[in-house]
């Protein structure tokens, strides 16, 4: 016998309790407090999360405006490289604006296992949806160019539209769970990477991006 | 206590955090700031705390009675992702486990994030043993591996450490200023690892759940770090006890706030990562293999246990630790436990030996502190007493408790007996009390000379 039949077996010689039955489920709504109302208030909330938890919030009334706010956040962190995903909502921005497509390398997919990523400065990619209770972002690699873009590089702005704003982190898995059966990696950012291991003060950037940005088109 | 003198010093250790000042200090601190930080997390998230305590203890329960089915189907599910499971009855398996993978990829250098699972296991010291380099990754594991020491707190490895002894350690070991910040010793430990995360060959972590219907494994974090070793490294080791499934990935909504506000106080950890097997198809980096180790090591003889199967829920978050009296007084060190405070003293006398380690739940007032913010339920304070009931019953007491109960309990049975057992401690008092090992560090309370009823009477007459 080997020796997961070993344990498997141990794990079944064990009493059972008399109940099992499935734990009982509550609705969300029964231990948070409530995450309701119009998709403006739903973003508002968003906003002021990511903002609480020091990541920045910009808001875009279409396609252009948002080019002018990436070239703007970009243009701070000056001289920097910068790398993007090349997903159709990066690429409709990118388009608006010579000037900043210009100055953002938009690699084939196929070839993202090869940059070194140490030597960028900015990554952007896009988002499966943005939770307004927590100020989470939810994304998944094949949707954000891979496992490394939105954690190697030290400013992370993400581009998302405004119907990909959900109250709750139950209601993204609930959708991420209808959609992206197949997917390997996902992960749910919520705030710059950050560390209190020394004395419990808060330092930005332990490991992960610094610096966070949520550009919300629409 | 004479229970507690007898275990390999832990009473002397014990003993001389409770009077180091600035132990003391330091770690009230850390613990104030985490304490007013988890009222406020808790207050703005959760409209009922004691309602999502109930439903994930509730969950875990379910899991735990279908553990082999639900570990079973978590083995097939993350299969047909491409990862490979394998299983280890005990710690040596599993160390030889990691070992043969770092081999088989010829890996010269491994890269980990914070992980209790390999602590239990020993896992650094049999990798550099077998001349694999094996870098912590974790700000605050970093930190006491540098300082050769074991993790303080399963959540916050340096909480004991100030900023000014980190500092003079990374002078020493990293070459970083003397005066250098937090902010940047953070920076210093960031460019110490940035190159490892892209030179390893095996990145290894644990994982805080095994999801059964998705094959996945969820690893929260702050740092970033986790992410990085995940997704850098060619080949990902997971070492995970059994224990760690959750049925679903729905379940998530409310194991993620509820690990994050007991853990650190946050409505939710800076990253929650969900990995599904290795690089897949439609993915454009990740590592080429995925190895998942689900780890034994007397969890089963904990499940076989009607009363201790309930420490299987724990989620690993520490809250029991911070309001523990005892480990804020003794600190975590004092234990040489892979886990310390009340869970440790709970879970280690089952998964490494009663008779070694009884003397654990003794290091407990059983004020219940640690039952009350448990967040799966678990009656901790309730499990030491039954701790302190199985050594006793299983002769690994020693004599001296057996012995002081009959006698109390022959007292007891009559009035007469209780009289002359008090005039005994009378004339110990006059002749012994001096030797008490109590009597060195305080007042020993005097027996009263008077009875209960003569009291009484006099009190009667004075009315």
Redo the contacts between chains.
């Keep these: 016998m080997?020796?997961?039949d070993?344990?498997?077996a141990?794990?079944?010689?064990?009493?059972?309790?008399a109940e099992?039955?499935?734990?009982?489920?509550?609705a969300?709504?029964?231990?948070?407090?409530d995450c309701d109302g119009g998709s403006e208030e739903l973003i508002a909330r968003f906003g002021a999360r990511l903002t609480q938890l020091q990541g920045e919030f910009h808001r875009a009334a279409d396609v252009k405006a948002a080019a002018e706010v990436l070239l703007r956040i970009t243009d701070d962190s000056a001289g920097g490289r910068c790398i993007a995903h090349a997903h159709p909502l990066i690429r409709s921005v990118l388009d608006q604006n010579e000037r900043l497509a210009e100055g953002i390398e938009l690699p084939d997919?196929?070839t993202?296992?090869s940059p070194?990523?140490?030597q960028y400065e900015i990554g952007i990619t896009a988002a499966d949806y943005l939770v307004a209770?927590?100020g989470?972002i939810v994304l998944h690699?094949?949707g954000a160019?891979?496992?490394?873009?939105s954690?190697?590089p030290p400013f992370h702005i993400v581009l998302a539209r405004r119907d990909q704003v959900v109250s709750?982190?139950?209601e993204a898995?609930?959708r991420?769970?209808e959609t992206s059966s197949?997917?390997?990696?996902?992960?749910?950012?919520?705030?710059?990477?950050?560390?209190?291991?020394?004395?419990?003060?808060i330092?930005l950037?332990?490991?992960?991006?610094k610096r966070l940005a949520v550009v919300l088109i629409g | 206590m004479l229970t507690l003198t007898e275990h390999g010093g832990f009473r002397k250790r014990a003993a001389a955090k409770a009077r180091d000042p600035v132990h003391h200090e330091v770690i009230a601190k850390a613990i104030a700031s985490y304490e007013k930080a988890f009222e406020q997390t808790r207050a703005a998230q959760f409209t009922n705390w004691q309602q999502a305590r109930d439903l994930a203890a509730g969950i875990k329960d379910e899991v735990l009675a279908r553990l082999p089915e639900y570990l079973e189907q978590f083995e097939r599910n993350a299969t047909a992702q491409g990862a490979r499971v394998l299983w280890a009855e005990d710690a040596d398996q599993a160390r030889r486990h990691v070992v043969d993978i770092a081999r088989e990829h010829g890996a010269r250098l491994a890269v980990k994030s914070k992980s209790m699972a390999t602590e239990e296991i020993d896992l650094n010291e049999t990798l550099q043993r077998r001349g694999i380099e094996v870098l912590e990754s974790d700000l605050g594991e970093l930190i006491v591996q540098l300082a050769g020491e074991k993790p303080y707190h399963i959540v916050t490895p340096a909480m004991h450490r100030t900023k000014a002894e980190i500092a003079a350690l990374f002078h020493e070991k990293l070459g970083v200023d003397l005066d250098a910040d937090p902010q940047g010793l953070t920076m210093a430990a960031r460019r110490h690892l940035r190159q490892a995360f892209t030179q390893a060959d095996v990145g290894i972590t644990g994982a805080n759940f095994l999801l059964a219907e998705e094959g996945a494994v969820v690893m929260v974090e702050n740092e970033g770090n986790g992410r990085l070793t995940m997704a850098c490294p060619r080949v990902h080791v997971v070492v995970a006890g059994i224990e760690k499934i959750l049925p679903r990935l729905s379940d998530l909504a409310l194991f993620l706030p509820l690990l994050a506000t007991s853990g650190t106080a946050q409505a939710m950890t800076c990253y929650a990562s969900i990995v599904r097997g290795p690089r897949q198809p439609d993915e454009a980096d990740g590592p080429q293999r995925m190895v998942i180790i689900l780890l034994d090591n007397g969890r089963s003889r904990l499940l076989s246990s009607p009363l201790f199967r309930q420490s299987l829920r724990c989620i690993r978050c520490g809250a029991c630790l911070n309001a523990c009296p005892v480990f804020r007084t003794i600190g975590g060190h004092a234990y040489h436990t892979t886990y310390p405070g009340p869970i440790g003293s709970v879970i280690t006398p089952h998964l490494r030996g009663m008779g070694r380690w009884r003397h654990l739940a003794d290091a407990s007032s059983l004020c219940g502190a640690c039952t009350d913010v448990c967040p799966v339920r678990i009656d901790l304070h309730q499990l030491l007493l039954a701790n302190r009931r199985e050594a006793v019953r299983g002769g690994k007491a020693g004599w001296f408790w057996p012995a002081a109960m009959k006698l109390w309990a022959w007292a007891m049975r009559d009035r007469g007996r209780l009289a002359r057992l008090r005039d005994w401690g009378i004339l110990f008092e006059r002749l012994g009390r001096g030797a008490l090992p109590a009597a060195k560090r305080r007042r020993v309370p005097r027996l009263s000379r008077k009875t209960f009823a003569q009291l009484w009477e006099k009190n009667e007459q004075s009315r």
């Design positions: 080997n020796s997961r070993k344990i498997l141990r794990l079944r010689a064990t009493p059972r309790p099992c039955a499935p734990a009982h489920r509550l969300d709504r029964a231990i948070y407090h997919p196929g993202l296992d070194d990523f140490a209770r927590t989470g690699a094949a160019g891979g496992r490394r873009m954690v190697l709750s982190l139950d898995l609930a991420i769970r197949g997917s390997g990696y996902g992960t749910i950012i919520t705030g710059p990477s950050r560390t209190g291991d020394i004395e419990k003060i330092i950037g332990a490991h992960g991006p």
